[in-house]
């Protein structure tokens, strides 16, 4: 059986980093692979399925599975379905540019994250897992996949969830984590403000919490929020819930705010939210975004 050397690993994974080098927003994991692809071809072996797997390509499983310590070492970030560099993965993408170098220092730092989780834990840290077969699938890379797809099959599902809905989604959030929907706006114009919220059932308590919902797939830009902010009180806090997420001057701007609090949603935060107050919920709530738990063997990770 063909041998994925180090060399070859170093070049699958310079290959990713190359991608991902202009993308400081991330870039989904199967758009990642597609590009990949295009740098560094399959070799022969790779572009080949795995025996008794038709329809299972080596190559994506053997980019995955090389990526695991990258991970580890802190070069790279896998979240959402996303994978981004860290500073520290562009750095060792211009300082070890050989191919073998690169994996090899991959691996050490790999090696000493392994020997901290073994002190940590009491086991016996296994540094000889760049011996293990690298050709075969592997668990770690098969819960990967199953988590970009449950991100993938969410985010349509919101991208395709009427406007007023989505708004309703959010309300319901609310709801779960304990505040008071006073307004929801009803269907027409926009005029800047979607939801207002209080702490309290008499909204006696301040702030007041003013809410604009965005379903829209662009992220938005600093002079929408300016806009959004622009309807806030002094005493009034603001919740800008995006899909799309927002530009990072748009992310500028909030953290800058001195005299008005402003608290941004991407679709990765709502979810995430939306999960950890999944059990407050009422039913006709939860069917506005139904979820169900997968569980994974973890000492097969």
Do not use: C
């Amino acid at each position: 059986m063909p041998e994925i050397t180090a060399e070859r690993t170093g070049e699958l994974m310079r290959g990713v980093f190359r991608v991902l080098l202009n993308e400081p927003e991330g870039v989904q994991a199967r758009e990642v692979l597609r590009r990949v692809e295009q740098v560094i071809p399959p070799t022969e072996f790779e572009a080949a399925d795995y025996p008794n797997r038709p329809g299972v390509r080596r190559y994506e499983k053997i980019v995955r599975f090389a990526s695991i310590r990258p991970v580890k070492a802190g070069w790279l970030v896998k979240d959402g379905g996303k994978w981004t560099l860290t500073p520290e993965g562009r750095s060792a993408y211009e300082r070890y540019s050989d191919p073998g170098a690169f994996t090899r220092e991959a691996r050490r730092l790999y090696r000493a994250w392994r020997l901290e989780q073994s002190d940590a834990s009491g086991d016996v840290a296994d540094t000889d897992e760049e011996a293990a077969d690298e050709v075969a699938p592997d668990p770690r890379t098969t819960l990967e996949e199953a988590e970009e797809n449950a991100w993938s099959a969410i985010a349509d599902y919101l991208a395709r969830m009427p406007p007023f809905e989505f708004q309703d989604l959010v309300a319901a959030l609310l709801r779960a984590m304990g505040y008071h929907i006073a307004w929801t706006a009803p269907p027409g114009p926009d005029r800047g403000i979607d939801i207002v919220a209080f702490q309290d059932p008499l909204g006696a308590t301040s702030p007041r919490i003013k809410v604009q919902v965005k379903r829209r797939a662009g992220r938005i830009p600093a002079d929408e929020l300016r806009s959004f902010m622009a309807v806030l009180g002094q005493d009034e806090v603001g919740i800008y819930v995006s899909i799309g997420g927002f530009t990072s001057d748009a992310e500028v701007e909030a953290r800058g705010q001195e005299r008005r609090s402003v608290t941004l949603i991407d679709m990765r935060r709502l979810v995430s939210l939306w999960i950890e107050h999944y059990d407050r919920l009422i039913e006709e709530d939860r069917s506005l975004l139904p979820l169900k738990p997968v569980h994974f063997l973890t000492a097969a990770l």
